[in-house]
């Protein structure tokens, strides 16, 4: 991407400080999802980015993950997984607890939602400490997918994310510096 | 939609009994959004009924809603705005409670998330007593938007909702009886 579109992502989300607590800089999507245009070009991109990456399935965190990780799987043809917040998978599924900004907390997986051997591309709206999405890769190999990509619409590099996800390939379209 | 397409999407819905309490049947849609194909089919079905009714913008209600909107907002070419659970938006919002099957919730809204005038379309997975589709109808209302369409995958006819909703253009893809 350009980095004058970059620049215009970045123009059009909107930063509310002290969300949820105090201290924190929160990067609203809101407002650039309620841009037809800036949804249209973030969905484009990563679509460009992964159609030849042979991609069997994309996973969404939820629950901004689902709106990104839904759209794009759509684009891609390819079908769509939730990976859910305590409580909300009907089905048999699997746990992973983590350390957030902000608080801890637990997601989970249907254990069918993959088959052996799937390869999977993990997406969420933002990259801070890494947590939910390391425990998000956890949750994806336990049941045996194999995580070709990682990505996200922001990623905020001085909280260290990108090192918690070394071991991956992982992309982001704008970064927001000095958190 | 075809009937053999209608059966088709319903036999990739999964039925889970007693959740998340008992008696109820729960309608699981990961099983056809883990399908490419079945994905695919109820995204196209919803951009081809929409796409010549001049909707300024789709909203989706948290969560599954987000996956559906999310991808049909993206297929239109229309932007999107999430309807959210408490405590999730961080700009200024309204609320809306209501009761749902299984007890009582609210919704909210951002203040600015819709222009005066602009022409919804409300999206989510399942219509059953219509508790949380009303709520994102006022909300919706209550900010000066128009709600031009209401559109789900599922419909429990059984449960009454159509008639909570009965002023409005409602529209299912599938429906299970003997709810």
Sequence with gaps: MKETT?????SKIRTIPDFPIKGIMFRDI???????????????????KYKQMDIDIVAGI??????????LAYKLNLP????????????????QEYSLEYGTN???????????????????DLL??????KASIDLIEKINGIVKGVAFIIELPDLGGS???SNYDIYSI?????E
């Design 128 to 133: 801070a400490t890494g947590g939910s999405a």
């Design 30 to 48: 809101t407002t650039l999802l309620k841009d037809a245009d800036g949804y249209k070009i973030i969905i484009d991109d990563l679509a460009q």
């Design 62 to 71: 939820e629950s901004r993950g689902f709106i990104i990780g839904g759209a």
């Design 163 to 165: 090192k918690v996800l």
């Design 6 to 10: 970059k620049e215009l992502i970045k």
């Design 80 to 95: 769509f997984v939730p990976i859910r917040k305590p409580g909300k998978l009907p089905g048999e599924f699997i746990s």
């Design 106 to 124: 637990t997601l989970q997986i249907h254990k069918d939602a993959i088959k052996t051997g799937q390869r999977v591309l993990l997406v969420d």
């Design 174 to 178: 704008v970064e927001f510096l000095g």
